[in-house]
T-cell receptor
């Protein structure tokens, strides 16, 4: 149980365009979802925390107007990278947890390449 | 100084050897300690979870937490080539709170 999916698994977009990444909890209700970014050979860096029905809480240094997060239901959160630039190219991973749970269940990640 | 320090490796061991991994941290508020395994281009998967100080064993994996020293360890016995991956320690101050990750240690188990 506790499966999290992400779509797409990889995406290539042109500089200046926007791209949306979906994160779904398939068999549980995710009251909290987290979005991470991971550069090659580096660890996961938390971008934001979102609770269903509330505005996301962004980590220091993350532009909330550039990385739009929506957590409209207990099974779906989306991350939209607006006006993407090559430096936004990275591996984006989401995780989800249920109410009171200590464990974060991670998705398989989405590789974004901006040309 | 990072909140969580982890040797990046790579750590290369022969098959069957014991793999020893560790992390140090500076935030005394951390109470939940986890170890994740991440294969290349995949999301992390939870291996071990420990609350507060103590030891925990699960199959070939043993996790140890020493809060007085702010030091945690993961041991993998009878290592297999399939254990080759990056191992990330993570910790938080409360259940459900955001995790702070170490930088990860790349492990290579040679047949």
């Amino acid at each position: 149980g506790a499966v999290v999916s992400q779509h797409p698994s990889w995406v290539i977009c042109k500089s200046g365009t926007s791209v949306k990444i979906e994160c779904r909890s398939l068999d549980f209700q995710a009251t909290t979802m987290f979005w991470y970014r991971q550069f090659p050979k580096q660890s996961l860096m938390l971008m934001a925390t979102s609770n269903e029905g509330s505005k996301a809480t962004y980590e220091q240094g993350v532009e909330k107007d550039k990385f739009l997060i929506n957590h409209a239901s207990l099974t779906l959160s989306t991350l939209t990278v607006t006006s993407a630039h090559p430096e936004d190219s990275s591996f984006y991973i989401c995780s989800a947890s249920h109410a009171g749970g200590y464990e974060q269940y991670f998705g398989p990640g989405t590789r974004l390449t901006v040309t | 100084q990072k909140e969580v320090e982890q040797d990046p490796g790579p750590l290369s061991v022969p098959e069957g050897a014991i793999v020893s991994l560790n992390c140090t941290y500076s935030n005394s508020a951390f109470q939940y300690f986890m170890w994740y395994r991440q294969y290349s281009r995949k999301g992390p998967e939870l291996l071990m979870y420990t609350y507060s100080s103590g030891n925990k064993e699960d199959g070939r994996f043993t996790a140890q937490v020493d809060k007085s020293s702010k030091y945690i360890s993961l041991f993998i016995r009878d290592s297999q080539p399939s254990d080759s991956a990056t191992y990330l320690c993570a910790m938080s101050g409360a259940a459900g709170n955001k995790l702070t990750f170490g930088g990860g240690t790349r492990v290579l188990v040679k047949p």
